[in-house]
């Protein structure tokens, strides 16, 4: 007999939105199939197939994603039966390989991996009540809510008694008695009864062993075994002695998966190792004078458990003799990636014999450590005085310096040349670079990178060919410093730097990279006249960037910096302007100002009521805002309050302490008042505007200006 049911599966979630996009999909159809334990004929009675056996199989279909694409490729997949909805250890689970179809369809026998199915004391105890399914590589989805099919195990139960088909409980057929009368009149008694045949089986076995049909009536032994029973059976084929559950002697071949799962589901708190593999070796023990297992043990290991991206390793572990088996530190990662054990090492390519010292070293051997040693009488010592007679040559083709002098002490000098010809001659064919570079890193003192002295002529003299750019052209003469001058030049009568160029290059050039000085000077004579830095020009026309031939030029790169900074520490002014017929000072962009300084309007804003969408600002500067901010409506002014003719405007800088004012945008007998008294605020201006002819307060466009 079979029996097909169509019944539901609820899902249960606890945050339905929880669900990841990683987990597989449940398709809500169970169906639980009842199927001969034996193959029928066609020529089967029902009256035999009312005693065939139901296996305990559930039909499972599901849906096999990873991000919301299926997954059709053969997949491990483990199910397991809960009593509770969330959490528990599993009461029975199992691993089958499936393959999904390319939508990633599946239907599986749930079951079908162990011999007697799935234990039907599992329903009929009301225990098993939710399924989970975890999809290799990711987290088991949440336990779906078992209903009423897979308890038909229980039904099936009824179609038995005690286990056995009613057929076995068929009495037998009592006596019967018949007169039988002849044609001569004569009668004669018969008792007859119904006698069930008996079975003709044959043969014998011995205890414990599963028997086998030698023939179609004939029972003898098979090659298994069975000693214990219940959870202490032990199996055994081809051995009478079997050590564990299963115990084969002779070889196996497995057509399918070798499974060895998981101890138990993970849970939030800690993963769950496979079951071990393990590979024994017997070795006798000289000390104990015993034999003794050595195993080695290959376990499935969780890595990363209740993270967002879980994995795991293939550890080797060893025990000996009856110690159980720990880590031996080698592992394969999910990659293929191996981590040997502490003190592993490789064997190298070949074998050293024998260290042989070279010309300018002395020592080697052909045993034990072996030590190199520079011959001092061939090889110059640097942390010592060295004499040269012959010409050196350095040749750098790297990006660093070929050579590099230290002079650690207060007086000396890092190179010294004396003689006849040239003292020091350094030349660079490249733009950018430098033909003698001197630099003095001292944090106090004048300490000087290059000094040069002569009593008639020049002390250093600097010529270049190259043209001059700003940051990348070619100078003269370069001064870097770090505390101190970069360049210093002192005369008696004349300039102390003079510097002339005839080309588009720098007379005088300075760079600082660090927060000292380009160029400084200095005119440090308080009793008479003098001027740090003076710079003059004769030109006429202009330069490409818009500047024209000025006296001094100041460029910036940054937002912190200014072109030209003047900075006054007494009463007089920080920058001077003058001229004889034009603007004393000219710019075409935004003047700014400290906010609790007089002179320019620190900020300035036109309010429209009337503007499409309802009151704005629709034209302002701000000069405490930096960059085009300052000019883009609303330039960082807020209105924070309106009514009819009442507008409160924040500037998000303090103007209690400034002066303000308000006019109207036209006249029409509207009077306007600007108010900063503080009241709604440091930062706020409040400004009214009333129609003197109406005689009440209205909305007006205006201007107000903070100085």
């Known amino acids: 007999m079979k029996s097909d049911f169509l019944p539901e599966v609820v899902q249960s979630h606890s945050d339905a939105s929880s669900t ?115 999809i290799e590589g990711q987290a088991e989805q949440p336990h779906a809510l078992l209903l009423s099919v897979p308890y038909a195990f229980k039904a099936a139960d009824a179609e038995t008694v005690g286990g056995l088909p009613p057929s076995a409980f068929v009495l037998a057929t009592l006596a019967t008695s018949a007169t039988i009368v002849d044609s001569a009149g004569n009668s004669a008694s018969s008792t007859s009864r119904s006698v069930m045949p008996a079975a003709s089986t044959t043969g014998s076995g011995t205890t414990n062993f599963v028997p086998l049909w030698t023939s179609a009536t004939n029972l003898g032994n098979s090659v298994v075994f069975q000693s214990g029973s219940g959870s202490t059976a032990k199996i055994g084929v081809n051995t009478t002695t079997p050590a564990t559950t299963l115990d084969v002697k002779g070889a196996g071949t497995i057509r399918g998966t070798l499974v060895l799962p998981a101890t138990a589901a993970a849970t939030a708190t800690g993963g769950k190792k496979s079951q071990p593999l393990n590979l024994s070796a017997s070795a006798f023990n000289s000390g104990t004078q015993a034999v003794a297992n050595e195993t080695f043990q290959w376990v499935a290991e969780p890595a990363g458990n209740n993270t967002a991206a879980p994995s795991a390793t293939l550890n080797l572990l060893f025990g000996a003799g009856a110690a159980a088996p720990s880590e031996t530190g080698v592992r394969i990662s999910n990659k293929g990636v191996f981590t040997f054990a502490a003190g592993q090492t490789f064997p190298g390519a070949g074998t050293i014999i024998g260290v042989t010292a070279g010309t300018g070293l002395t020592g080697g051997g052909t045993t034990g450590k072996v030590t190199l040693n520079l011959d001092t009488a061939k090889i110059p010592q640097l942390s010592s005085a060295n004499s040269f007679t012959g010409p050196q040559t350095i040749t750098n083709n ?81 001064g870097d410093t770090k505390n101190y001058f970069g360049v210093w030049g002192l005369s008696a009568l004349n300039d102390g730097v003079h510097g002339i160029n005839g080309s588009g290059a720098s007379g005088v050039a300075g760079e600082n990279k660090g927060g000292g000085y380009g160029v400084w000077a200095i005119a440090s004579n308080s009793n008479t006249y003098g001027v740090g830095v003076r710079g003059e020009s004769f030109g ?90 300052a000019s883009t409506p609303p330039c960082g002014i807020s209105i924070v309050s309106h009514s009819q003719g009442e507008n409160y405007l924040d500037f998000a800088f303090q103007v209690t302490d400034r002066f303000v004012n308000a006019s109207a945008a036209q006249f029409s007998g509207t009077i306007v008042n600007a108010v900063a008294d503080g009241f709604d605020g440091p930062n706020v201006v409040g400004v009214t505007t009333y129609n003197i002819f109406v005689g009440e307060f209205e909305d007006e466009a205006f201007s107000v200006f903070v100085y």
């Not at 570079?437 to 009593?455: L, R």
């Not at 072109?563 to 962009?589: E, K, L, M, Q």
Request: hydrophobic fraction near 40%; charge should be negative.
């Open 398 to 478: 790297a990006t660093a310096d070929a050579l590099t002098i230290n002079n650690n002490f207060g007086t000396g000098y890092g190179v010294v040349a004396t003689g006849h010809g040239g003292g020091v001659l350094a030349e660079a064919a490249n733009v950018g670079a430098t033909g003698v570079f001197g630099a003095n890193t001292a944090s106090t003192g004048a300490g000087i990178g290059v000094q040069g002295f002569s009593v008639a002529g020049t002390g250093v003299l600097g010529e270049t060919s190259g043209s001059s750019g700003l940051f990348n052209g070619a100078a003269a003469v370069v």
């Open 20 to 134: 990841a996009s990683k987990r597989m999909v449940l398709l809500l159809a169970v169906t639980l199939s009842w199927m001969s334990a034996f193959a029928q004929s066609p020529a089967t009675t029902p009256e035999a197939s009312k005693t065939s056996v139901v296996p305990n199989l559930v039909r499972f279909s599901g849906v096999a994603t990873d991000d919301g694409k299926p997954l059709n490729r053969i997949l491990g997949i483990t199910f397991a039966l809960y009593q509770n909805q969330e959490g528990g250890a599993p009461l029975w689970l199992e691993t089958q390989n499936v393959q999904p179809d390319e939508n990633g369809h599946y239907t599986v026998s749930l079951g079908a991996t162990k011999s007697q199915g799935i234990p039907p004391e599992l329903f009929t105890s009301g225990q098993a009540q939710w399924l989970g399914v975890q």
């Open 540 to 629: 006429n026309s202009r330069f490409p960037n818009g500047n024209g031939s000025d006296g001094v030029d100041g460029f910036a790169h940054s937002e912190n910096g200014s072109g030209v900074a003047g900075v006054n520490f007494t009463d007089g002014p920080g920058v001077y302007g003058h001229s004889n017929g034009g603007a004393g000072f000219t710019t075409d962009s935004n003047v700014s100002q400290a906010r609790n300084m007089g002179g320019w309007v620190k900020a300035m804003a036109y309010v429209d009521p009337f503007a499409p969408g309802g009151v704005a600002i629709t034209r302002c500067f701000n000069s405490q805002v930096s960059g085009p901010a």
